[in-house]
């Protein structure tokens, strides 16, 4: 099997890497966790961090905190226009053969049927990994999408990404490594 885990990565934080290691505490004979940020999701503002920025620091994330088996795609950051789920899974499906396994955050699932092509995500997914958030969304989440998730047993960190760009908060919170990129870089100011 294969775990995908899209997002903006801008920053990673630890909210990402408890993420992470809840899928491989959960599913530890996976092939690859595929960790894709996005150039712009479609649902949200347009990003302006640099996509070279955002890959520094997603590695810097995977290198230092991370097991083994994850691989960084950079496929939908060199995309000049928005990041369609469909789309990833539609090129990954040409190369491998293994099961995929779409992480989703709650809030994300309140919002799926709103996704680009939805029933086919979840024709070419085995199941959507569901890991927690602040609130619960899945009381109004149809009953077909929720058949396809399993709810994943990740530690949940209040972090988002869009806090610490937009307010700096919780940088001391950061890996000191990506805080340090951070800065030099004058990222967020």
Known sequence: MIGIFGGSFDPPHPGHESIIN????????????????????????????????????????????????????????????????????????????????????????????????????????EKLLVYKRKHNYTNSVEQAILEKTIPMHNEYLDFSSAEIRNNRTNLEKLNPQILEYIHKHKLYE
């Not at 899974?89 to 809030?107: F, N, P």
Request: aromatic letters at 10%; hydrophobic letters at 35%; charged letters at 25%.
């Open 22 to 125: 809840g899928f491989w505490k959960m599913f530890p004979e996976a092939d690859f966790l595929f960790i894709i940020p996005n150039h712009q999701n479609p649902l949200k503002q347009k990003k302006t961090t640099e996509k070279e920025h955002i890959l520094a620091m997603t590695k810097i994330m995977v290198a230092c905190c991370l097991p083994n088996n994850n691989r960084i795609l950079q496929l939908e950051l060199d995309k000049p226009h928005k990041s369609y789920t469909i789309d990833t899974l539609t090129l990954l499906q040409k190369t491998w053969k293994q099961k995929l396994y779409l992480l989703l955050g709650e809030d994300n699932l309140h919002t799926f049927h709103q996704w680009k092509d939805c029933r086919k995500i979840l024709e070419k997914t």
